[in-house]
């Protein structure tokens, strides 16, 4: 079935890097706009930007430009998201989630909403 | 940047009323791109409705979506017990992409 699955939990003190990988399966990998969104600690949802797959294109939203950078490896069906220079206020869930650009074998272009999430990875950023 | 401003905050209600949950946009959002979804707690958020107001696969018919203007709406015409859930809208075209502050329905 089609799935995202994503690393495990993380700990990280501030100004440490962390880097979160996402899976795909049962599904086109390069198709598809990966997103990452994070969720801190009782709060709502936050997106952080996206990638295609395919070209590697990014679109990161302004609040975490230059501190984030989304990458992928196509041979292993896997989207990385890496955010740098951590503060406390990074302690969150961060998910991957399939959704925005759909490109299909004629290059026709869809925007779809998040059909698929990943299960979450939590960072939690501490001295 | 769309602010999409999610209305009550927490709804109390019982099981088999009628969910009322209200998303108003700042600006004019198209309605292809408006999304809901439903979270509990320890979970991933998952798709309801898509495009105002079709429904996503697999979801039960009790749950509608409308728009009118800027102001969209998700209804939930009976609620079951597994409905009690935080629910955020969605814009999903313009960037920055941005999502609603939630609504809590919980059990009263």
């Known amino acids: 079935q089609v799935q995202l699955v994503q690393s495990g939990a993380e700990v990280k003190k501030p100004g440490a890097s962390v880097k979160v990988s996402c899976k795909a399966s049962?599904?086109?990998?390069?198709?598809?706009?990966i997103n990452w969104v994070r969720q801190a600690t009782g709060q709502g949802l936050e997106w952080m930007g996206w990638?295609?797959?395919?070209?590697?294109?990014?679109g990161y939203a302004q609040k975490f430009q230059g501190r984030v950078t989304m990458t992928r490896d196509t041979s292993i069906n896997t989207a990385y998201m890496e955010l740098s220079s951590l503060r406390s206020e990074d302690t969150a869930v961060y998910y991957c989630?399939?959704?925005?650009?759909?490109?299909?074998?004629?290059?026709?272009?869809?925007?779809?909403?998040?059909?698929?999430w990943g299960q979450g990875t939590m960072v939690s950023v501490s001295s | 940047e769309i602010v999409l401003t999610q209305s009550p905050g927490t709804l109390s209600l019982s099981p088999g009323e009628r969910a009322t949950l209200s998303c108003r946009a700042s600006?004019?959002?198209?309605?292809?791109?408006l999304a809901w979804y439903q979270q509990k707690p320890g979970q991933a958020p998952r798709l309801l409705i898509y495009?105002?107001?079709s429904r996503a696969t697999g979801v039960p018919d009790r749950f509608s979506g409308s728009a009118s203007g800027t102001d969209f709406t998700l209804t939930i015409s009976g609620l079951e017990p597994e409905d009690f859930a935080v629910y955020y809208c969605?814009?999903?075209?313009?960037?920055?992409?941005?999502f609603g502050g939630g609504t809590r329905v919980e059990i009263k």
């Open positions: 495009g105002a107001s």
């Open positions: 600006q004019s959002v198209s309605r292809t791109y």
């Open positions: 989630a399939r959704g925005l650009g759909y490109y299909d074998s004629s290059g026709h272009y869809t925007v779809l909403p998040f059909e698929v």
């Open positions: 049962g599904y086109t990998f390069p198709s598809y706009d």
């Open positions: 990638m295609n797959p395919n070209s590697g294109n990014t």
């Open positions: 969605q814009h999903y075209n313009d960037s920055p992409l941005t």
